[in-house]
């Protein structure tokens, strides 16, 4: 009788999914040109410049800066949108945390905006709910590759006059009814860490448009500093230093180039994934934003009736990585700085200043379609070095575990 690895039966997949090597000759290549020049710094180098000037072309943008994070790509746009203490910023409860410090560092309040049910993503209904007269942007969150609902966020960043942040940390070379994501809000924001569908190790990239913002966005990734050669100096504002090295700007230069090709292999195998998968009792597929590409940073699924997190075990068991629920709670439940509202010394600022309109307490309850589709999310690992075999041996492992795992 067949049984579940994970009670004593013989796991699905008996050997490792191949690891990612998203790095070759070129890298190679290109780090060696920066480290014989003999300059590894941002300033009086060529790689740095010249991977914010391909990169701004890439995505038909006006401007690029690149940055240490993609946590600091998002720091530089809320930073450039220059809020006063105690604005409000609306953003998506299912999100790393680099959504949300940059908007504490700026001392404005994170307002978190409820899914929408089928794709995960940030709901511009809700979103539009949360808006008060303190509400100073919104940022969207792209997850795991696949779009918001991007006219409607546009439409409401227009009717209210608000500034539109697009993260866009997992949703590289990712197209939107014909044009690439981060190019349709003010600030466009990329994560170039290492599970990204390019990397440099870490860093980041954010993107404008708009030449108004770019004036203040170039002095913020360097502490504000007009740098006018020798002489008295000048800062213009207060401002934190996230310049890249030239290092991370050659590699950037050698990713950049393959960057599209790995987002449409990921799209290809998300695709077959979802066709293997389908028809499986109980188990609901990664949806797709309508008018959206989908390039997989990871493949989120619904593990329905069954318990996410006994279902992730079982299936870890069958020799499939998975993580249940992705993040576990919503972001506003994973940080003291949130939660108890310990931000600078002992103070709470700028949750308990006299800047702020009302008071807000992060609780269980607040996105509760977040708190449902937490419950029963698996986020499965998918890169472009798989193949038909691999994505074979998950959906077989996941139609076993659906078969077999007792029902609550």
Same mark, same amino acid.
């Given at each position: 009788m067949d049984r579940l690895a994970i009670h004593g039966g013989t796991p699905f997949r008996r050997t490792p999914f191949p690891a990612r090597t998203p790095f070759g000759d070129e890298e190679v290549e290109w780090v060696t040109r920066a480290i014989r020049s003999q300059n590894l710094f941002r300033w009086g180098g060529e790689m740095v410049d010249q991977f914010e000037a391909d990169f701004a072309a890439f995505y038909g943008a006006g401007h690029a800066a690149s940055a240490t994070s993609g946590t600091a790509a998002i720091h530089l746009a809320v930073g450039t949108i220059d809020p006063e203490p105690g604005d409000e910023i609306i953003t998506a409860p $299912?999100?790393?945390?680099?959504?949300?410090?940059? $908007?504490?560092?700026?001392?404005?309040?994170?307002?978190?905006?409820?899914? =929408?049910?089928?794709?995960?993503?940030?709901?511009?209904?809700?979103?539009?709910?949360?808006?008060?007269?303190?509400?100073?942007?919104?940022?969207?969150?792209?997850?795991?590759?696949?779009?918001?609902?991007? =006219?409607?966020?546009?439409?409401? +960043?227009?009717?209210? *006059?608000?500034?539109?942040?697009?993260?866009? +940390?997992?949703?590289?070379?990712?197209?939107?009814?014909?044009?690439?994501?981060?190019?349709? *809000?003010?600030?466009?924001?990329?994560?170039?860490?290492? +599970?990204?569908?390019?990397?440099?190790?870490?860093?980041?990239?954010?993107?404008?448009?708009?030449? =108004?913002?770019?004036?203040?966005?170039?002095?913020?990734?360097?502490?504000?500093?007009?740098?006018?050669?020798?002489?008295?100096?000048?800062?213009?504002?207060?401002?934190?230093?996230?310049?890249?090295?030239?290092?991370?700007?050659?590699v950037g230069l050698a990713q950049l180039p393959k960057v599209r090709g790995v987002a449409a292999r990921r799209t290809a195998l998300g695709t077959r994934l979802t066709e293997l998968l389908r028809g499986i009792e109980g188990i609901e597929t990664a949806a797709v934003t309508p008018g959206s590409e989908h390039t997989y940073w990871a493949y989120p699924l619904r593990t329905g009736v069954l318990d996410g997190v006994a279902f992730g075990e079982a299936l870890r068991a069958? *020799?499939?990585?998975?993580?249940?629920?992705? $993040?576990?709670?919503? $972001?506003?439940?994973?940080?003291?700085?949130?939660?108890?509202?310990?931000?600078?010394?002992? +103070?709470?600022?700028?949750?308990?200043?006299?800047?702020?309109a009302r008071r807000i307490e992060y609780t269980e309850g607040m996105c509760p379609r977040t708190d449902v589709g937490l419950r029963h999310m698996l986020t499965l690992g998918l890169h472009e070095g798989f193949s038909e075999e691999d994505l074979a041996d998950i959906a077989g492992a996941v139609a076993k575990v659906a078969r077999l795992l007792p029902r609550a």
């Open positions: $299912i999100s790393d945390l680099g959504s949300v410090s940059p $908007i504490l560092q700026q001392n404005a309040i994170p307002i978190f905006a409820d899914i =929408d049910p089928a794709t995960f993503c940030m709901d511009p209904e809700d979103a539009e709910r949360k808006i008060t007269p303190r509400t100073r942007a919104i940022m969207v969150v792209h997850l795991f590759g696949n779009a918001c609902d991007m =006219d409607a966020f546009v439409d409401l +960043s227009q009717r209210y *006059g608000l500034p539109l942040i697009e993260d866009c +940390s997992q949703a590289h070379a990712t197209q939107y009814k014909g044009r690439w994501l981060g190019t349709m *809000g003010d600030f466009g924001c990329f994560s170039l860490q290492q +599970s990204k569908h390019m990397t440099t190790g870490d860093g980041g990239m954010t993107i404008t448009r708009r030449d =108004d913002y770019w004036e203040r966005l170039r002095f913020f990734v360097d502490k504000g500093f007009r740098r006018q050669g020798w002489g008295p100096r000048a800062y213009l504002f207060l401002a934190p230093n996230y310049r890249m090295t030239e290092l991370q700007g050659a069958e *020799g499939v990585p998975n993580m249940p629920g992705y $993040i576990g709670k919503p $972001i506003y439940l994973c940080t003291e700085a949130l939660t108890a509202k310990r931000t600078y010394g002992q +103070s709470g600022f700028p949750f308990d200043s006299p800047y702020t």
